[in-house]
C-alpha cells in the first residue's frame, strides 16, 4: 500500500475511532470508576474485537451483510439492546470511595468489550468503510488487510488510551456520592443515547 493511501485510510479510521460513541463512553466510564490499569482489559477487548470484525468483513461476512439488508437490522436491534443494557449497568453502578484502599466492584471484562464489538454496527461499518475504500484487488489484496489492521490497531489504542485516560482524570474527581451519581448517570445515558446514532 503507498504511504498517500495508508495516510489517507489512518485520516479516515483516527476519526471513526475518536468520535464518541459505544467503545468510547464505556472506557471513560471505566477510567473514572476503575481506573486506567484496571480498564486496560476492557480496552484490550475492544481492540481485539476490531480485529476480528475485519477478518470477517475481509474474508466473507461483509458481503453477506450488503447481499441480505435484514442481517444488518438484526445487528442494529441488537446492538441497541446490548447498549441500553450497558447504559444501565454503567448508571446503577454503585458509589465506591475511590480514595479508598478496598477494591472496587469487577470492571468490564475483556470478553465484553470483544462481544460489544459484533453488536455495534459502528465497528461493522468502520470495517466495512476501511475494506471498501482502502483494499487493493489481486495480488495485493491481503497486504492491504494487514495495512488496514495496523491501522485500525494503532488509532484504536491512542483513541483508547485518551478516552481512557480522560476518565481517569475525571475519576479522581468524583470523591463524593452525589458527584458518582450524576456521572455514572450522565455516562449511562450518553451511552444510551449512542443507540440514537445506531438509527440514524
Known amino acids: 500500500m503507498e504511504l498517500s493511501l495508508f495516510l489517507s485510510m489512518l485520516g479516515f479510521l483516527w476519526v471513526a475511532a475518536i468520535t464518541p460513541g459505544p467503545n468510547n463512553m464505556l472506557l471513560t466510564t471505566s477510567g473514572a470508576n476503575f481506573g486506567f490499569m484496571r480498564s486496560l482489559w476492557l480496552m484490550i ?77 459502528k465497528a461493522w461499518l468502520m470495517a466495512l468503510g476501511a475494506v471498501a475504500s482502502f483494499s487493493l484487488a489481486g495480488d495485493k489484496y491481503n497486504h492491504s488487510i494487514l495495512a488496514i489492521a495496523f491501522g485500525i490497531f494503532a488509532v484504536n489504542m491512542v483513541a483508547g488510551v485518551i478516552w ?20 455514572n448517570v450522565s455516562m449511562g445515558l450518553l451511552t444510551a443515547a449512542c443507540v440514537l446514532l445506531i438509527w440514524h
Not at 470477517?56 to 447481499?67: H, S
Not at 470492571?107 to 455495534?120: H, T
Not at 475525571?170 to 470523591?175: E, F, P, Q, S, V
Open 45 to 121: 477487548g475492544i481492540m481485539l474485537g476490531m480485529q476480528s470484525i475485519l477478518l470477517l468483513v475481509a474474508f466473507g461476512v461483509g458481503g453477506l451483510i450488503l447481499i441480505y439488508p435484514s442481517l444488518h437490522l438484526i445487528l442494529k436491534i441488537l446492538g441497541s439492546l446490548y447498549l441500553l443494557w450497558l447504559a444501565w449497568k454503567v448508571a446503577t453502578a454503585a458509589y465506591e470511595k475511590l480514595e479508598t484502599d478496598a477494591a472496587p466492584p469487577k470492571p468490564i471484562r475483556l470478553y465484553q468489550g470483544w462481544l460489544l464489538q459484533f453488536l455495534n454496527p
Open 164 to 183: 481512557l485516560g480522560f476518565g481517569t482524570v475525571i475519576g479522581r474527581l468524583l470523591r463524593s456520592k452525589k458527584a458518582w451519581v450524576i456521572f
